[in-house]
C-alpha cells in the first residue's frame, strides 16, 4: 500500500476538540453477532450494520456535557515487528441514583463495543468505533465522588478502554437502539440531582 498526502483539513476548527452533542453507545460483546463487518480499503471505514442477536440493541451513556475525553494511543510492544492502539474514552455521570448504582452492580465487569457519536454545531455526525470482536473494550475503572459542596462533583467519571490491531474505525452503518421512550428514562436520570 503506497503513502498518501495528509492535507491540512478543510473544515474550520479541525483540531478544537468538543462538539455540541456527544453520547456513547454501548453493546455487550455478548450481544453482537460476530464476526463484525470488515473495513474498507481506507482501513477506518466500516459502512456494513453491526449485526446484534435477536432482541439486542445499542444503549445510550448519558454524560455530563465538557466531560467526555476519548483516547488513541499507538503502544509498542516486545519487538518492531508487534503493536497496537490503546483506545479508550472517559465521561462523568452526575448523581448516586438508583440507575448508576445499579449499572455498576449489574455491568461492572462491562465488555464490548462503544460507539462515540459527536454531532457538530454544523449538525453533522461523526460515529468513531472502539473495540473489536478480538479485542473489545472494558470497563476499566470508576471513580466515585461525593462533593462536599453545591459546585463540586458528586457522581461517577467512568473509564473504558481496551488495545486493538487498529486505530479508531469511522462507523457508518445503521444503529440498532433502545426505543425512544427508553431514551427518555436516560434523560430523566441525566436531570436527577441524587
Known amino acids: 500500500m503506497d503513502l498518501f498526502n495528509l492535507s491540512k483539513p478543510l473544515e474550520p476548527n479541525a483540531g478544537g476538540g468538543g462538539g455540541i452533542v456527544n453520547e456513547l453507545l454501548l453493546a455487550k460483546l455478548d450481544d453482537i453477532m460476530l464476526p463484525l463487518p470488515g473495513r474498507g480499503a481506507d482501513g477506518v471505514t466500516i459502512a456494513d450494520d453491526i449485526m446484534l442477536k435477536s432482541g ?62 459527536s454531532i457538530g454545531a454544523d449538525g453533522a455526525e461523526e460515529r468513531f468505533l472502539l473495540g473489536d470482536s478480538a479485542t473489545p473494550v472494558e470497563l476499566s475503572d470508576t471513580d466515585t465522588k461525593w462533593g462536599k459542596l453545591p459546585n463540586e462533583d458528586k457522581g461517577t467519571t467512568l473509564t473504558f478502554k481496551g488495545t486493538q490491531k487498529f486505530p479508531l474505525a469511522i462507523y457508518e452503518g445503521e444503529l440498532v437502539m433502545t426505543e425512544d421512550a427508553q431514551n427518555a428514562d436516560v434523560a430523566t436520570v441525566a436531570d436527577d440531582p441524587n
Open 56 to 117: 439486542k440493541k445499542f444503549h445510550r451513556l448519558y454524560v455530563t456535557n465538557k466531560t467526555l475525553e476519548p483516547s488513541q494511543k499507538r503502544v509498542s510492544g516486545s519487538n518492531a515487528d508487534c503493536y497496537g492502539y490503546e483506545v479508550g474514552v472517559t465521561g462523568f455521570f452526575p448523581g448516586l441514583g438508583k440507575k448508576i448504582l445499579s449499572f455498576l452492580a449489574l455491568h461492572g465487569s462491562f465488555t464490548g463495543l462503544i460507539i462515540l457519536r
